[in-house]
Every structure is written in C-alpha cells, then in structure tokens.
C-alpha cells in the first residue's frame, strides 16, 4: 500500500500542481495533499479557502483528497500513515531548495522518501506567484488554474495586489 503526500502551499492550486495531482494518483493507492500552513507567509487565500478549491478540483480523482495541517510534515506524514512525500520540479533552482528539504525530512524520518515528479512542459514556468500576480493585474489566468476556479480566484483581485 503506497500513501503519498503532496505537500504545499497550493494558494491558489494551479493547472501545474494538477498535473501532479493526476500523475501522481495514477501510481499511488492513496494520495493526500497536504495544505501546509507557513506562518512565514502571507497567504492570499485562507487554509480553508486552499483545501476546498482543492478537493473541488480533485472530485473526480477517488483515491486523492485535500487536507490541512500545522505542523511538521513528517508528523503530518506520520499521522495519515504515509510512506512518500510527493515534490515537482519544474527547473534547476527549484532542485537545491528541494534537495534540502527532502534531505531534512530524511534526517527527521529515514523511513519516509521523497520522491519528486517533473513538470510537464507546458506548465514548467508556472508557479502560485505567477497566478497571484495576473491577477493583480487584471490578465486572463484560464491558462493557469482549473476552469471551474477562475471566477473564485479573480474575486481577489483587490486584495491580491496587498498580499504581492
Ligand atoms: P508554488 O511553488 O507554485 O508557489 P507550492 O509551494 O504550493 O507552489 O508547491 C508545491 C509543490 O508543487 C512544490 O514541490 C512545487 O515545486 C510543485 N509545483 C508547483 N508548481 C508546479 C508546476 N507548474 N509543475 C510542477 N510542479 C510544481
């Protein structure tokens, strides 16, 4: 039985972290996808906001579902009983931040790995930031982040230009 979690920030989802999200579930039993909240961030959608846009998207994906947590992500990992920490990549800089982390998590917890899955080409420069920024800017995000959200996420247009 292989339980995966997809931790991050997720604010808001973007086509990129679905892409993840299906490649993923296609080879795992069970995947969970973990909100984590950084206090070091200033979120422009709340955690709550995150999940469901998350479970939303995923509604037709049986063995994934949307979940938050505070705390550690080993200890997250731990609780929900799962054996691998899911990361994408989409270039070069994100390998040295990630190699930390997953080094870290490695130090806290030899029996959890992580695993990490490349960006599809078309999504390789897509990132939450970009889609916070177009937005602030009044730019069509259709291209970026699920069909079904793009109305929820333009809604924040006034208070994302503060959280950029
Ligand atoms: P972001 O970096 O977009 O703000 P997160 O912190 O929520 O997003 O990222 C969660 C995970 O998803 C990270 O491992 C990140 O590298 C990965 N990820 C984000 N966007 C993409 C993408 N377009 N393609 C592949 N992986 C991605």
């Keep these: 039985m292989i339980r995966a979690i997809y931790p991050g920030s997720f604010d808001p989802v973007t086509l990129g972290h ?22 070091a961030k200033n979120p422009l959608f709340s955690t709550d906001e995150r999940v469901s846009m998350l479970n939303e998207v995923m ?7 949307a979940e938050a947590s505070e705390g550690l992500l ?7 009983q799962a054996n691998v920490i899911i990361r994408g990549l989409r ?9 930390q982390i997953a080094q870290t998590n490695r130090m806290m917890d030899p029996d ?10 078309e999504y390789s420069y897509l990132s939450s930031n970009t889609v916070r920024e177009a937005v602030a800017f009044g ?5 970026f982040v699920p069909a079904q959200l793009v109305s929820r996420i333009n ?7 503060e959280n950029l």
């Design 155 to 161: 809604e924040k247009r006034n208070q994302c230009k």
């Design 112 to 121: 959890i790995e992580t695993m990490f899955m490349m960006t599809s080409l």
């Design 18 to 39: 679905l892409d993840i999200i299906k490649r993923t579930a296609a080879i795992v039993d069970e995947l969970v996808v973990g909100v984590l909240v950084n206090k």
């Design 59 to 65: 509604k037709d994906i049986p063995n994934a579902y």
């Design 74 to 80: 080993v200890d997250f990992a731990r609780e929900k």
């Design 91 to 99: 270039m070069v800089t994100d390998f040295e931040y990630e190699l």
């Design 139 to 143: 730019a069509d995000i259709s291209k």
